[in-house]
Each structure stands twice: as structure tokens, then as C-alpha cells.
């Protein structure tokens, strides 16, 4: 099992930028993809983006071409560069490890597990 910290929220105006962190802490293993999640009061947790082995990212159509996501395997750690953001990406932003034998599309949350505490983002127009 894995422990998950993310940080790196807070509030910001539309247009800023934010980077999220999540370290893992505790037994690690390797997972085929890692990813970001995100959920809204009252809405669905949905995808955000994902990067697996072999260095395969995949990303929301919502955010592509603004957020990367990126990870240091040495320090077990993943990151969230957010830019350009817009008030509908307000919501709590969890990361997650990929549990084994996962199927499904790479950004389905269902495909993950030992997920993090989560770190609020909110984006004021």
C-alpha cells in the first residue's frame, strides 16, 4: 500500500497557473500509469491526465494544451503544471496510483486506487 500527498493548491485568478505535487510516502510499487483526478461539488470525479510507462501521457480534451503532467521517479513524485486556468477547473484534485490490473480507458477513476487526500483548487474570474 501507498500513501499519497498532494499539494500545491490554493486560489488563484483565471489566467494563473498552479503546480501540484503528490509524493508517495511508505511501501511503493510500480504501477502502470499514475494519474490526476479531479471533482466538483455535486459532480462526477473525472480524468484530468495521466502518464504511464513508457512515458505515454493522456489528457482530458478540457485541459489539453494547458496542463502537463510530469513525474520524478527518483523521488516519487508527480506533478500537475496547470496553466491558463479557468474557473471551471475549480474542484478538489486528487492523485492516484493505477491499482494492479486495472482495465478500461487510462482516465476512467475506476482504473485507480490508493488515492491521495486531495488539494483544493479554486479559480476566481
Known amino acids: 500500500q501507498v500513501q499519497l500527498v498532494e499539494s500545491g493548491g490554493g486560489s488563484v485568478q483565471a489566467g494563473g497557473s498552479l503546480r501540484l505535487s503528490c509524493a508517495a510516502s511508505?511501501?511503493?510499487?510500480?504501477?502502470?500509469?499514475v494519474g490526476w483526478f479531479r471533482q466538483a461539488p455535486g459532480k462526477e470525479r473525472e480524468g484530468v491526465a495521466a502518464?504511464?510507462?513508457?512515458?505515454?501521457?493522456f489528457y482530458a480534451g478540457s485541459v489539453k494544451g494547458r496542463f502537463t503532467i510530469s513525474q520524478d521517479t527518483a523521488k516519487k513524485t508527480k506533478y500537475l503544471q496547470m496553466n491558463s486556468l479557468k474557473p471551471e477547473d475549480t474542484a478538489m484534485y486528487y492523485c492516484?496510483?493505477?491499482?494492479?490490473?486495472?482495465?478500461?480507458?487510462?482516465?476512467?477513476?475506476?482504473?485507480?486506487?490508493?488515492w491521495g487526500q486531495g488539494t483544493q483548487v479554486t479559480v476566481s474570474s
Open positions: 492516484a496510483a493505477e491499482r494492479p490490473g486495472a482495465t478500461g480507458w487510462v482516465l476512467t477513476p475506476g482504473r485507480y486506487n490508493d
Open positions: 502518464i504511464c510507462t513508457r512515458g505515454g501521457t
Open positions: 511508505g511501501y511503493t510499487y510500480s504501477s502502470n500509469c
